[in-house]
């Protein structure tokens, strides 16, 4: 799937998914199968970390620095653990003086544009879906990411070795 997303980024389809949410056990590759598609389509990926600062303005700054960077370059950008790095649960109560309330609206707002279609994919990867509140989840396209058996690690290095170089024994 994230293939597919890379190369429709890469053409500039304006048909293909927009906001992806890998979900999975911990150390389940979730980060590193969003760098490799990225990688082998050709886009950019780009982490975007927590924006929260203890400057008074710094927090929503950054985070709208973060966006528009994103916006302006395309490709993917990658939240690791994106129910910590962005607050997610407008439920719970953050106590910071409405910069929470202002991050979460700059990430639904680039959640929701549609001029970033075709240019740029937002993956976010979670071990803990049910920390993301109802109305954030329906803003993604969550895909499971199961750890596979340990019998089969080999075969699966073998495919992503011969993947990025067929020529490779």
């Known amino acids: 799937i994230l293939m597919r997303i890379a190369e429709a980024i890469k053409k500039g389809d304006k048909n293909c998914l927009r906001n992806v949410m890998l979900c999975g056990s911990p150390s389940g590759g979730k980060t590193v199968m969003a760098n490799i598609a990225a990688a082998k389509a050709g886009v950019p990926s780009f982490y975007l970390n927590s924006p929260k600062n203890q400057y008074v ?84 396209t969550i895909i499971p990411v199961l750890m596979p058996l340990e019998m089969d690690f080999p075969q699966i290095v073998l495919s992503i070795a011969n993947g990025l170089n067929p020529a490779l024994e």
């Open 57 to 140: 303005g710094e927090s929503e700054r950054k985070a709208k620095l973060m966006f528009d960077l994103l916006k302006q370059l395309g490709g993917f950008g990658i939240i690791d653990e994106v129910e910590l790095i962005f607050p997610l649960n407008r439920n719970a109560s953050s106590g910071d003086s409405g910069v929470t309330q202002n991050i979460q609206g700059q990430l639904q707002g680039f959640l929701s544009d549609p001029s970033l279609s075709g240019k740029t994919v937002l993956v976010g990867t979670s071990n803990r879906p049910n920390a993301i509140s109802e109305a954030m989840r329906q803003r993604w």
